[in-house]
């Protein structure tokens, strides 16, 4: 199983960004879906999180912001990051909640992380 995110990059104060993580592979189902980052020198965080069934969960120095979403067809999430500020500088990791084909139980995957920064 791989998770691919993309969509990070450099953005001015109040910008938008739009990250988005595909899962691939040998997967059953997905549960939820997640987004967490981790700033230098900082433990990892929450940012949102999706149920299969779109209930969302929100950090709350995000919500109003943040907006989490993910299309099951293709397994993949999203993350519209909007009014950034620059204390939301950091490297962003999705997550993935799911059982592989010749699994019994569900298992954490993370993706490779992309960074973001928030500066003028």
């Known amino acids: 199983v791989q998770l691919q995110a993309s969509g990070g990059g450099l953005v001015q104060p109040g910008g938008s960004l739009r990250l988005s993580c595909a899962a691939s592979?040998?997967?059953?189902?997905?549960?939820?879906m997640g987004w967490y980052r981790q700033a230098p020198g900082k433990q990892r965080e929450l940012v949102a999180a999706?149920?299969?069934?779109?209930?969302?969960n929100y950090a709350g120095s995000v919500k109003g912001r943040f907006t989490i979403s993910r299309d099951n067809a293709k397994n993949t999430v999203y993350l519209q990051m909007n009014s950034l500020k620059p204390e939301d500088t950091a490297v962003y990791y999705c997550?993935?909640?799911?059982?592989?084909?010749?699994?019994?139980?569900?298992?954490?995957?993370w993706g490779q992380g992309t960074q973001v920064t928030v500066s003028s």
């Open positions: 997550n993935a909640f799911l059982m592989i084909t010749t699994g019994r139980n569900y298992n954490n995957y």
């Open positions: 592979g040998s997967i059953f189902v997905i549960n939820s």
């Open positions: 999706i149920t299969r069934g779109d209930n969302t």
